[in-house]
């Protein structure tokens, strides 16, 4: 025991157990210790002894009551050495005169280090540490006792010092605080000392050292990290100057507004922050267990301009929880443990210009049981304040980044149409997956997982799997612009469809039982696309063509050492890729161009086009100033050459010194 308390724990049922303490002595004749009896009390000397029972065990807390700070000049109540307390306990447990349990304990206690006494008011002149040493012993941090491993700490008795004297602090910090140094003359440490080292060597006194400095930082700067949490504007007033295309979206509390988004790998991110003018719509999938609440509603957000906006929250209930709850175990009714859960959260933001004017919230509830699997939703949408009474084509007339693709089918009569692919939920499986609209310049990949027999017919598998790949798309046109309207056929592109290649042989017939070849598993969207103009220094995007092929996968029913009344799986994909090109075509290259390519600065590592670039306006490497200044002393340094080259100059030089 090396504290003033001990802990220890006594097994069983303690009642009608007497606990008691006793101080222990050795016999100096036999060197063993007194028997002790059952006929203590629960106090010995300064020790105090307290129980705390319980049902299957009992907490015995053992206790030191005396003061532990070192001695003071005319000071009783103290520990006249630094190792204060040196005694033997023992605890005894007993029932009826019957010892049940005994205890022995060793106590060896130090005095505390802490300093309790008046500090003296006279400043302590700590000299410079670039010039003097700041002490003979910097490892001695404790005034009035013993530092550990600290070896030149004068508080440090020999008997202490033994405890930890092959362990000491070496260097600088240990004491050594004008060690010599490699470049002494006088210093033999170095193994291998050059020929040349008597005459590039030192002669000084170790007063004048290079460790003087050595906790001398001088004066730095702190770097300029971006923190975490983002300060609109420092300036009194208004806070912030408004929003932009991408901005994080503040709170009162100048922290991010959140609402759970999907990383990159397809997880969900509980604290992800809502960029301006970004629409998204997520689902993330969660369990009873794993519920977590998002961001509390009655958070204020920051308008843009320093105002601050409450959000208007509209409550609801979930009627058809077939929508949300995408896989249910089978669980008795006793065993069943529900909660009232948000299913889906949908965020409207009203803005104008660079300002949020208002948040429109609708949360659904719904009843989460134990055991079923939550596909919460999440949906974010900007809506401009001039466009809510307006139609569409007052919009924006390009695509923006992250913005559904608009799509329509003209061959029906309603024309409006989708362009999905597949968001797959619980075990991945095609019969529980949804679709997700198909977001403008993001590359998207996905698939589910479709369950075949192997007695599956090959053309009937074939034609399965191009049915829900068909399903995706229900559209025949694409719009070139977002607002493309429904009424003008120019606005809109044609689908261009490669139909999947189809077998006319039925390949599962006979020793081909359980393969197929041909299978159309793999849906590829091409999506091209171009910078048409800008808006307000804003880019604006258009779709020139979009293709739809497939990709063909040979499918072999996979089995382990029973094949019989089992099933398989065909993983069914859909990928989207968007493919940018110029808006007009480049022009072409000349016969020159194509054969003398000595000028051509892409095919040749010398460039002479560009032999006096630092001095144009495009480069930025340097301030300009300074590279005109540079060119100026190189053409000055040239024109002098070429004049001292000439041999007028010579004659000129030869004649003034004659």
């Known amino acids: 025991m090396s504290g003033p308390r001990v802990n220890s724990f006594f097994l069983g049922n303690s009642s009608g157990v007497n606990f008691s303490i006793i101080l222990s002595s050795v016999d100096e004749a036999t060197g063993k210790l007194q028997l002790a009896n059952c006929s203590g009390i629960k106090r010995a000397g300064d020790w105090n002894l307290n129980v705390t029972p319980g049902m299957t065990a009992s907490k015995v807390t053992i206790s030191?009551?005396?003061?532990l700070q070192?001695?003071?000049?005319?000071a009783t109540d103290c520990c006249t050495t630094p190792?204060?307390?040196?005694e033997m306990l023992q605890v005894l447990a007993c029932r009826d005169?019957?010892?049940?349990?005994?205890?022995?304990?060793?106590?060896?206690i130090y005095a505390n280090s802490s300093f309790p006494g008046n500090v003296s008011e006279n400043a302590t002149i700590i000299p410079n540490q670039v010039f003097h040493p700041?002490?003979?012993?910097?490892?001695?941090?404790?005034?009035?006792?013993c530092d550990v491993r600290c070896c030149c700490d004068l508080e440090c008795t020999p008997d202490l010092k033994q405890l930890f004297n092959e362990s000491c602090f070496n260097g600088v910090f240990g004491g050594d605080v004008n060690p010599p140094f490699d470049q002494l003359c006088s210093s033999q440490s170095m193994e291998y000392i050059p020929d040349w080292f008597p005459f590039l060597c030192v002669q000084s006194s170790l007063n004048n050292t290079p460790f003087l400095g050595y906790f001398y930082h001088g004066s730095t700067s702190t770097p300029r990290v971006p923190p975490f949490k983002i300060p609109l504007q420092t300036s009194p007033g208004r806070l912030f100057t408004g929003y932009r295309q991408g901005d994080p979206i503040m709170t009162e509390e100048d922290e991010y507004f959140t609402i759970p988004q999907q990383s990159m790998a397809g997880q969900c991110v509980g604290n992800a922050p809502v960029a301006y003018l970004q629409n998204f719509d997520v689902k993330c999938l969660t369990n009873l267990a794993s519920y977590k609440e998002g961001l509390p509603h009655d958070v204020r957000v920051n308008s843009g301009t320093g105002d601050f906006i409450q959000q208007n929250v509209i409550y609801r209930a979930i009627t058809d929880m077939g929508k949300f709850i995408t896989e249910s175990e089978s669980l008795h009714a006793a065993e069943v443990l529900c909660q009232n859960v948000t299913f889906a959260e949908d965020y409207t933001f009203i803005w104008k210009d660079k300002k949020i004017e208002q948040i429109n919230v609708t949360v659904f509830l719904g009843s989460l049981c134990d055991g079923e699997i939550l596909a919460q939703r999440f949906t974010v949408k900007f809506q401009s304040l001039k466009s809510i009474n307006a139609t569409v084509l007052f919009g924006n007339p390009g695509y923006q980044v992250g913005k559904p693709v608009k799509a329509a089918n003209m061959n029906a009569s309603d024309t409006f149409g989708s362009l999905n692919i597949w968001q797959p939920a619980g075990r991945g499986l095609c019969t529980l997956a949804t679709s997700t609209p198909v977001l403008f310049g993001l590359d998207s990949f996905s698939g589910c997982i479709l369950e075949v027999g192997i007695d599956e017919d090959c053309s009937l598998l074939r034609g399965n799997v191009t049915e829900k790949l068909n399903s995706l798309i229900q559209a025949t046109h694409v719009g070139k612009r977002d607002n493309s309207s429904y009424s003008d056929l120019n606005d809109w592109v044609e689908i261009i469809r490669l139909d999947p290649f189809n077998s006319d042989t039925n390949v599962s017939s006979g020793?081909?039982?359980?393969i197929c070849p041909d299978i159309p598993a793999n849906l590829n969207i091409r999506i091209i696309f171009a910078d048409v103009g800008a808006l307000q220094g804003i880019p604006q995007q258009e779709i020139l063509a979009v293709q739809i092929s497939y990709s063909t996968v040979i499918w072999q029913f996979q089995c382990g050492l029973i094949c019989e009344n089992s099933t398989s799986f065909l993983p069914v994909t859909a990928s989207v890729q968007f493919i940018k090109v110029p808006a007009q075509p480049p022009i072409p290259m000349t016969?020159?161009?194509?054969?003398?390519?000595?000028?051509?600065?892409?095919?040749?590592?010398?460039c002479w086009p560009q032999l006096f670039y630092p001095l144009t306006?495009?480069?930025?490497?340097?301030?300009?100033?300074?590279?005109?200044?540079?060119?100026?002393?190189?053409a000055f340094l040239v024109l002098l050459a070429a004049i001292m080259s000439n041999p007028w100059f010579s004659k000129l030089w030869d004649s003034s010194l004659v």
């Not at 190792?83 to 040196?86: A, G, I, R, T, Y």
């Not at 005169?97 to 060896?108: C, D, K, P, R, W």
């Not at 016969?591 to 010398?606: H, I, P, S």
């Not at 490497?621 to 300074?626: D, H, K, L």
């Open 70 to 74: 070192l001695c003071l000049p005319n």
């Open 617 to 634: 306006r495009f480069y930025t490497g340097e301030p300009y100033s300074q590279c005109l200044a540079k060119g100026l002393l190189l």
């Open 64 to 67: 030191l009551t005396r003061n």
């Open 591 to 606: 016969r020159f161009q194509m054969n003398y390519t000595e000028f051509d600065c892409n095919r040749n590592a010398v």
């Open 511 to 514: 020793n081909l039982k359980g």
């Open 83 to 86: 190792l204060c307390v040196v």
């Open 134 to 145: 700041l002490g003979s012993c910097p490892c001695d941090l404790t005034a009035g006792a």
């Open 97 to 108: 005169s019957v010892m049940l349990a005994h205890l022995l304990i060793q106590a060896e």
